[in-house]
């Protein structure tokens, strides 16, 4: 499988189990590798043959902003879901990262990464 990769989508969300999290939201991050064979579209040079990466940054940015989870977890699985949607794509890496986590101590970054494909 050739690799389409998006680093570095965020928006803000409201997602967490905390009511602060909830009320004031906070800066999500996401990366996304993209599964998929290319050869279809660099034989034709045909955009419809791909990944469209603009469209799927921007559902993506969607999906962060949109209704509020509990866990990352179940964040990065809504927006694999999404990126599923695109026949082109055949598997989906995701990491979500929550860099402003309510965490007592000092910490660069919480991610939580998966690996989804089609069932």
């Known amino acids: 499988m050739d690799r389409v990769t998006l680093r570095g989508l965020r928006a803000r969300g409201h997602h967490g189990v905390f009511e602060r999290e909830r009320a004031e939201g906070q800066t999500f991050v996401v990366d996304l590798v993209l599964f998929l064979d290319t050869r279809p ?3 034709t040079d045909d955009l419809t043959r791909t990944a469209h990466y603009g469209v799927i940054a921007e559902e993506v940015t969607a999906v962060i902003a949109g209704d509020p989870v509990d866990l990352i977890e179940t964040l990065a699985q809504r927006i694999a879901d999404q990126c599923l949607k695109h026949g082109t794509v ?3 890496e995701v990491t979500v990262h929550k860099p402003d986590a309510p965490i007592t101590v000092p910490f660069d970054d919480v991610t939580v990464t ?3 494909g089609r069932t």
Do not use: K, L, T
Request: zero cysteines.
């Open 90 to 92: 055949e598997e989906v």
């Open 114 to 116: 998966i690996h989804r």
């Open 41 to 43: 579209a660099a034989a």
